[in-house]
């Protein structure tokens, strides 16, 4: 769940919510975080009823009927894995800052086919191989944003940070709204987690769980980052790449890179969460009759829905 929330936007939406309502960011981030709440609470009172796997797919049909569930359907596998394929994208763009050959059309087709082909490799062999790779990745992207967090702290708390020198930013309503929208994109990716629960041991106890711990780590992440972000920084608002110019402040250039790892960490781990979830929603549409039967297909040696598996891939790949 929280490798399917945290993805870039982490990383470079502090200074976007500097711009729009100054040193008050921390605030807005616990402002959205309260209305995502609101929305992760209808999902988990749905997702507690059901054991298969589909999630909003599945919740939509049961609901409203079969069309608005396909539509329902269509769409989330629609944006998933576009989302997946820019996430590739910017890996593969991060990356030729330590290997210049990846910027050529060559080195950056074959790192694509290896990145992709990698983690449907791992599925293929097993949901619990999907699981493992993706709970990997998820303390691998924690790691780089509890070291901003925690030595940015200590910074801010023993030396006071940096003094403000862009002017002060009196946010209007109409700002508060603006950058609460902008920020539930942050909070967003939980519903694709709930995609693959026929897999899951007990689905009705641990997706509400899951989400609302998930919720708590995730705010508490983003409203500390943007404290350091905002409380380091002379204009965050005008920062390219504000939590990596933070890191710059408390660890010097060494700071910068590590921040740029971490990047690539958690843009390639939301891509392995979302090869766990995404082939199942394709399984689902089709074991419900909405696509073609073939993509409902389970390896008797894995039990994996290895036909649906394989298309996603291939259509990631052709879009990243």
Known sequence: MINSIIGSGVFGLPSQVAERV????????????????????????????????????????????????????????LT??????????????????FSPSLAGPVGRLLALTLLVAFLAAINLLGVKN???????????????????????GAWLLTRGGVAPVAPPIAPLPSDWMRVTLLLLFAYGGFETALIPAGEAKNPRRDSPLALFVSLGVCAFLYTAVQWVVTGLLADP???ARPVAAAAQVFLGPIGASFVAIGVLISVYGYSAANMISNPRLLFALAERGDLPSALARVSR??????VAILIYSAVLWALA
Not at 41 to 58: K, Q, W
Not at 88 to 96: E, Q, S
Not at 132 to 152: D, E, H, I, Q, Y
Not at 301 to 306: D, K
């Open 301 to 306: 040696r894995f039990q994996t829905p290895w």
């Open 80 to 97: 998933r894995v576009t989302a997946a394929a820019a996430n590739v994208n910017l890996f593969v763009t991060y990356a030729a800052q």
């Open 130 to 152: 999907g699981a493992r790779m993706s709970n990997l990745f998820t303390v691998a992207k924690l790691l780089p944003l509890l070291v901003v967090v925690l030595a940015g």
């Open 22 to 77: 100054g040193r008050a960011g921390p605030a807005a981030w616990l402002l959205a975080a309260l209305v995502a709440g609101l929305i992760m609470a209808c999902f988990a009172e749905v997702a507690s009823r059901f054991t298969e796997a589909g999630g909003p797919y599945l919740y939509a049909q049961a609901a409203f009927g079969r069309f608005p569930g396909l539509l329902t359907g269509w769409l989330l596998w």
């Open 237 to 239: 608002a005008h920062a």
